[in-house]
C-alpha cells in the first residue's frame, strides 16, 4: 500500500529531468524505496524513513553495491538454524489465527531466529526484506495489516496454506540487487530533524533534489505496516485493538487536516534553504489540494508546476478505484 512501484514510468523521467547523472537526492519518506531504487543507478541517494522496516529494505537495496544472496548462501546461513529454534516465539503467541495461521507463525518466528545469526549486517537485511515480503504475500487479509479476514472469509483457506519458507526462498533467490558507483545512505528519522539546520549540515551537503510521497489521507500509514515492524523489531511490543497494533505506532502529521499546510511549509522552506529543487507526490483526493500545495511552494520557489497522472488506487482491500489523478508538484529556482 502506498509504493509507487506502479507509477515509476510517469515519475521518474520527471524527477530525471530536474538534475543531472550524479547529483544527490533525497528520498525523504522513502517506504519501500520504489523511488529511491529506481533512481540508484545514475544517482546518489539518501533515503529517509521514520519506520524500522523500511530502513532495513533500504540497507539492502539502496545502500548495499556488493553483496546479493545465493542458493548456497541459503543453505549455509539459513538452513542450519531455521528448525533449531526454541526461543523465538512472538509470531506463534501472538499471531496465530489472526494475520496468519500457526504453522505460518511457526515459519516466521523460526526463519527470524536463523536470520539473527547472520553475522553480515547487509546479507541480514536482505534475509529480513525476503521475510518482509513472504509475510506480505502470506497474511489472511486484504493486502494490509489494518485488520485480519474473519474465519467465514471465502479466501481463508487458500491463504492459509501457503508457505511462508518458500515465498522467503523464492524472494531470497530472486533477489539481485542493483549496484552503482555511489555511496547511498539510509536513514530513520523524522523528517523534521533531518530537515533541521543540524541535519542539514550533517546529511544533506550537495543534495540537488529532495522528493517527498507523504502520506495524504487521515489514515495513519503505521496502521498498515505495524506487523512489519515488529517481525523486524521482534520486540514483544503491548499490542492494542482487534487489528493487534503495536501501542508506540507512528502518528505522522501529514494525516491531520489542521496541521499538513505546515508541514508543506516547513519542508518547502528547508529545502529552498539548501538550494535543492522539490518534487511531491500527491493525491488529487488528499486532505489538502494539489493547488494548495503550489501556492506554499511558490513562496520559495520560481517555477512550480502540477503534472497529474491517471493512477488506478486501492482503497485499503475494499476493490479498486480507477482512473483517480495521481500530481507530481515540483518545484525549482
Ligand atoms: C506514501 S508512503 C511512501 C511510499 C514510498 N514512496 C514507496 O514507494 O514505497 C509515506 C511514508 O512516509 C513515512 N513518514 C510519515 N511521517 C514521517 C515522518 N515524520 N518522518 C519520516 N517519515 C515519515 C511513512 O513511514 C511512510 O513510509
Redesign the pocket.
Known amino acids: 500500500m502506498?509504493?509507487?512501484?506502479k507509477l515509476l514510468d510517469l515519475i521518474i523521467p520527471k524527477l530525471e529531468a530536474m538534475v543531472s547523472d550524479g547529483d544527490s537526492i533525497l528520498?525523504?519518506?522513502?517506504?519501500?524505496?520504489?523511488?529511491g531504487y529506481a533512481l540508484k543507478p545514475k544517482h546518489k541517494i539518501i533515503a529517509?524513513?521514520?519506520?524500522e522496516y523500511?530502513k532495513v529494505i533500504g540497507v539492502g537495496r539502496i545502500e548495499n553495491n556488493s553483496v546479493s544472496l545465493t542458493e548456497r548462501d541459503l543453505e549455509k546461513d539459513i538452513l542450519p538454524y531455521f528448525r533449531k529454534n526454541k526461543k523465538y516465539t512472538l509470531f506463534v503467541d501472538h499471531y496465530s489465527d489472526t494475520y496468519f495461521s500457526r504453522k505460518q507463525c511457526k515459519d516466521i518466528d523460526d526463519l527470524r531466529y536463523a536470520i539473527d545469526q547472520v553475522k553480515n549486517s547487509t546479507k541480514r537485511a536482505l534475509y529480513l526484506t525476503a521475510l518482509i515480503y513472504a509475510m506480505g504475500y502470506c497474511q489472511s487479509s486484504p493486502g494490509h495489516f489494518a485488520q485480519y479476514m474473519p474465519k467465514s472469509h471465502p479466501r481463508l483457506k487458500t491463504l492459509r496454506e501457503l508457505s511462508v519458507f518458500d515465498a522467503f526462498k523464492k524472494k531470497v533467490l530472486e533477489n539481485h540487487v542493483v549496484f552503482s558507483k555511489f555511496k547511498n545512505k539510509v536513514l530513520k528519522?523524522?523528517?523534521?530533524e533531518?530537515l533541521s539546520e543540524d541535519g542539514r549540515k550533517k546529511y544533506l551537503k550537495g543534495v540537488k533534489l529532495i522528493y517527498i510521497?507523504?502520506?495524504?489521507s487521515e489514515a495513519q500509514?503505521?496502521r498498515f505496516?505495524h506487523v512489519l515492524e515488529t517481525i523486524v523489531k521482534y520486540d514483544y511490543p503491548k499490542l492494542d485493538y482487534k487489528g493487534l497494533y503495536r501501542d508506540d505506532r507512528?502518528q505522522?502529521?501529514?494525516c491531520y487536516e489542521n496541521k499538513v499546510a505546515e508541514e508543506f511549509d516547513f519542508i518547502a522552506n528547508a529545502s529552498s534553504k539548501i538550494k535543492a529543487s522539490l518534487a511531491i507526490?500527491y493525491s488529487e483526493r488528499g486532505l489538502i489540494s494539489p493547488n494548495a500545495i503550489a501556492q506554499i511552494c511558490k513562496k520559495y520557489y520560481k517555477n512550480v508546476r502540477v503534472h497529474s497522472f491517471k493512477h488506478s488506487h486501492s482503497m485499503q482491500g475494499r476493490g479498486m478505484i480507477l482512473d483517480l489523478k495521481e500530481v507530481l508538484i515540483t518545484a525549482q529556482n
Open positions: 502506498g509504493s509507487k512501484l528520498d525523504l519518506m522513502a517506504g519501500t524505496h520504489a523511488i529517509n524513513d521514520i519506520q523500511s528519522k523524522d523528517y523534521r533531518l510521497d507523504p502520506p495524504y500509514y503505521s505496516y507512528f505522522s502529521n501529514f507526490s
